[in-house]
């Protein structure tokens, strides 16, 4: 059984806001959510189900691709003959 003190807690890492008249609600959504869960533990299975191996994907087909000079026209930013993007760190 989950608390109101555990779910601020899961909030917090979380960083959701849940204000406190929200709290008694999201506890019994949170408990509610766990009692399934405890219902799918008890299922008895049959164990894994063995199947072919069937490769579901088409196969690849060599096409040409766009010209340079069109790839280039529809960049937003260019740089040196390359498509420039903003740094990501």
Known sequence: MVS???VQHIAELADVGIS?????TFTHQ???ILEY???LD????QGAVA???????REDEVEPS?????VLRN???KEDGFIKAPRVM
């Open 37 to 39: 869960f405890d219902i």
């Open 30 to 32: 949170f408990n509610a």
């Open 20 to 24: 406190p008249d929200q709290l008694g």
């Open 66 to 70: 766009l010209p340079h000079d069109d």
């Open 51 to 57: 199947h072919d191996l069937i490769n579901i994907l």
């Open 42 to 45: 008890r299922v008895e299975g």
């Open 4 to 6: 109101e003190k555990d």
């Open 75 to 77: 960049a937003p930013a």
